[in-house]
């Protein structure tokens, strides 16, 4: 709050009834904006709308494996999709097991997996020890939080720089808590901050010694190809690390193309060591027969290979980078000095940190004049953010010009938020 916190309570007392007469005059105008979630555009969308004539009725014959997608079968998913994703989790494909539209619904049914049945090579489920912890990275993904919540897990913060997580920290709970059992990473532009981890914590992670012989590693690799610059993030690979280190069975990778293709439309894939990709389909095979294997063949041939996922992703970018560049100018030109924000590169979110105290205050007045944010305090535990400074600005759906609209009416409630904190109203 420095910007403010020099000047008179006079000084101050202006410059409140500017920005409240400011927030009338934008208030009175209607608007009517959702900036909640981490949305593509309907342009972006419509950048995939080839995918939906990809198969046809008469053409439903995986060509590779020479297998009719309308039926059942291919518990892992067929072939050519498991390259996909192949290159992203540095794995070979028959390590790679495609599920349906959603790597969160995959996550989810792991954890519900561990709790019930346990985890490959462990004596018993993680249900059987009452309560157990999780650790979570802050500021994080508020869906992460939701599940590890609904299982009534404990879940312990661990705070985030711009390198990753406090690897102090998750070393010296990681291998002396047994109840430990997992942690939740996101690995490339971070879901809210951007960041993407460093190479001396991705091996950090790959070289832990748990003290649970059931703890896994939750890396969810959901922005691994969303670079809006040219010039994007080196993300580190896990289990090049975990092969060094014999810890091959600790990782379980996730990624989809959610942000790729179509959200609701997509296919999400699961990869792990051979152990664990084994144990998880003697799982499923008695949950499912087979999942979309048309939606799967869509892929494929829309797609064509990870070169060419890289080259649609590309499109993506074109319209990205532009709604990122307003965010972020007009950041600083209205909240330099009082607020601090990061810059991402990729991604889908930047992560603004308000005055302390502010973030729920500033949230709050957006909503008030149309503008709908993700709640203050989501990408903590139990919604709670212990300073109250953390939001997500989610720049992607809105057009150009409602985002310009939506971000200096963001900046103008942050500053009267703090202005109101300073004067005590």
Known sequence: MS???????????????????????????????????????????????????????????????????????????????RELFSPIFDLPADQVVIGGNSSLNLMYDMVEKAIVHGVYGASRPWGSYGKIKF??????????????????????????????????????????????????????????????YSDEVVRRIAALKPKADDFRIFWDNAYCIHEFEEEGDTLSSIMAYAR???????????????????????IAAFGGSKSNVDYMLSLLGTQTIGYD???????????RDYDGMREHMKKHAALIAPRFHLVLDTLRRELTGLAEWTEPKGGYFVAVD????????????????????????ATYPYGSDPADRNIRIAPTYPTLEELGQAIRLFCLCAKLAAAEKMLGK
């Open 244 to 266: 060094e280190y014999g810890t091959e069975d600790l990782v379980y990778l996730f990624a989809s193309t959610s942000k790729v293709t179509f959200p609701g439309s997509g």
């Open 3 to 81: 910007a403010y916190a020099e000047m008179s309570r006079e000084e101050l007392e202006k410059v409140y009834e500017g920005l409240r007469g400011e927030f009338e005059a934008v208030k009175a105008q209607g608007l009517n904006l959702d900036m909640s979630r981490g949305k593509p555009s309907m342009e972006q969308l419509d950048l995939s709308s080839g995918l939906l004539d990809a198969v046809s009725s008469r053409d439903y014959i995986d060509e590779e494996e020479q297998v009719d997608v309308r039926n059942y079968g291919v518990l892992a998913g067929l072939h050519r999709a």
């Open 135 to 196: 650790l979570c990275p802050v500021p994080g993904y508020d869906r992460h939080f939701a599940i590890t919540q609904h299982f009534g897990m404990e879940m312990i913060p661990i705070p985030m720089d711009q390198n990753g997580p406090d690897m102090d920290l998750v070393e010296q709970l990681v291998e002396g808590d047994h109840f430990v059992k997992g942690i939740w990473c996101v690995p490339k532009y971070s879901n809210p901050t951007g960041i993407t």
């Open 293 to 303: 294997k048309i939606n799967q063949l869509r892929h494929i041939r829309f797609l």
């Open 354 to 377: 308000v005055p302390e105290g502010c973030a729920k205050r500033t949230v709050a007045l957006c909503k008030e004049a149309g503008v709908v944010l993700t709640g203050a305090g």
